[in-house]
């Protein structure tokens, strides 16, 4: 099965993403194409790397994840595949590599390198590059690839000694729920089960204690649920909390434990 996923910055209201869907039907015979998102906001790979890293896993083993968000279309550009983890990962070089996966060595990675090629658009050679790749012909057109741009990104703290968790919020969803960048598996593992008082930079008076397996109707006050993309989630039962909170993006959240 031939599966090709894309995740961009397009929106839906141009013809652009079907342009696209176009040409890579037209070149790939049986493949199935399946849109991860076009809603990330312009330019914003960080949001795009942590939706594409929280979702990529629940496909087939060798699925190729193309990545068009803060693409540049000059014909200058060459892209990059990556394979890590089972997956293949196709697009520029714009530092989302270096924050999509948890470290960059020992990645196999490779390069357009059609010379003849050069004033092809950028768009045509991710094509090109998907069709070898499904055909086993990627290592004839393309070089091995090493140098990634490096893109900043706030790190998940855990400090032992002040028994606090420091993360950020990565993510605010179509209800309004505000996901953190904490793995749920790092804050059980951190928490051991211990009580907690957890704050939220951008508001004063948002205090969470409770964490819950599940969205609970019962709760009427804020509480942290392990969401289905295994981060710790920042939500309350039919409300807004972003909204009501004025949470946003890349707001700093620190968990203290007893």
Known sequence: ??????????????????????????????????????????????????????????????????????????????????????????????????????????????????????????????????????NNQLSNFTSPFSNFKMALQQKVIFDENAKKISGQIAYIDSCYNAVTNIPVDKFEEFGQNRAFLATIASSNYLKITKCCDFYNAREEEIYFVKNRLGFIEITMYQSNIAILGNIKIGDKVEIVFN
């Open 1 to 134: 099965m031939k599966i090709v996923t894309l995740i961009s910055d397009w929106k839906l209201k141009d013809p652009y993403v079907s342009m696209f869907k176009g040409a890579i039907l037209s070149s790939i015979p049986d493949v199935t194409i399946v849109d991860i998102s076009h809603a990330i906001p312009l330019f914003d790979i960080k949001q795009a790397a942590f939706i594409l890293r929280s979702v990529y896993s629940t496909f087939p083993n060798d699925s190729l994840h193309i990545i068009l968000t803060a693409s540049t279309f000059s014909s200058t550009e060459k892209p990059i595949c990556v394979q890590y983890n089972n997956h293949h990962f196709l697009g520029y070089d714009n530092g989302i590599f270096s924050i999509l996966f948890d470290t960059l060595d020992e990645l196999q990675a490779f390069q357009y390198s059609l010379a003849e090629e050069e004033a092809s658009s950028y768009l045509n050679k991710l094509v090109n590059m998907a069709k070898w790749l499904f």
